[in-house]
């Protein structure tokens, strides 16, 4: 079946520094991937996504790029804040299964300033 | 817009207890889903409904039970909760064609 494989984590950060979180994937069919981040107590809420090969998404200054022939989607950011101390989920929705997501374990994000 | 509502948001139960959680959503949204997020395993998938009325089994939908009676409300019930269950229970929804939309979360406690 499919699945979504993150970094381990936790990853501790100077804040200004770069950050990437890795993400790779296992589908049958062309997926859907999409980065959640979960703000402490709170719950998920979408921070980009991307539904096709090679398409980038992005928003926040965060951004990942859909490589099919390498089933990665890996998070990047060019300088981070400590506002961006979080949980990041990577996650994958098969087109054909009513959009039914299935996430990576998560990483832990803490940004010191 | 509420957007999508859990109730309650604590909740601690005695080995064997019952209780239902309630997910509402004022969006429309066809398509709701439950999940549980335990430490290290990222979210899995607890049952989901394409529409009112009707139900499907995700991944993990042993001890647990769905009803979909009206199109806005998602309840989720455990007939005989166990330590097993102790979880953080998310609910979310989605129109047909586009990403879920998640709620704030119910931390249970079964002791």
């Known amino acids: 079946g499919d699945s979504v494989t993150q970094m381990e984590g936790p990853v501790t950060l100077s804040e200004e520094a770069f950050l990437t979180i890795n993400c790779t994937y296992t589908?049958?069919?062309?997926?859907?991937l999409f980065w959640y981040v979960q703000y402490p107590g709170e719950g998920l809420q979408l921070l980009l996504k991307?539904?096709?090969?090679?398409d980038k998404g992005s928003n926040k200054g965060f951004e990942a790029t859909y490589r099919k022939e390498t089933t990665s989607f890996h998070l990047e950011k060019g300088s981070v804040q400590v506002s961006d101390s979080a949980v990041y989920f990577c996650?994958?929705?098969?087109?054909?299964?009513?959009?039914?997501?299935?996430f990576g374990q998560g990483t832990i994000l803490t940004v010191h300033p | 817009n509420a957007g999508v509502t859990q109730t309650p948001k604590f909740r601690v139960l005695k080995t064997g207890q019952s209780m239902t959680l309630l997910c509402a959503q004022d969006?429309?949204?066809?398509?709701m889903y439950w999940y549980r997020q335990d430490p290290g395993m990222g979210l899995r998938l607890i049952h989901y409904?394409?529409?009112?009325?009707?139900?499907a089994k995700g991944e993990v939908p042993d001890g647990y039970n769905v009803s979909r009676l009206k199109k806005q409300n998602f309840l989720l019930g455990l007939e005989s909760a166990a330590p097993s269950q102790t979880s953080v229970y998310f609910c979310?929804?989605?129109?047909?064609?586009?990403?879920?939309?998640f709620g704030p979360g119910t931390r249970l406690t079964v002791l």
């Open positions: 979310a929804s989605r129109p047909t064609t586009d990403t879920q939309y």
């Open positions: 589908a049958t069919g062309y997926p859907s």
């Open positions: 991307a539904t096709k090969a090679d």
């Open positions: 996650a994958l929705s098969d087109p054909t299964s009513y959009g039914k997501l299935t």
């Open positions: 969006m429309n949204h066809e398509y």
């Open positions: 409904s394409v529409g009112e009325g009707t139900t």
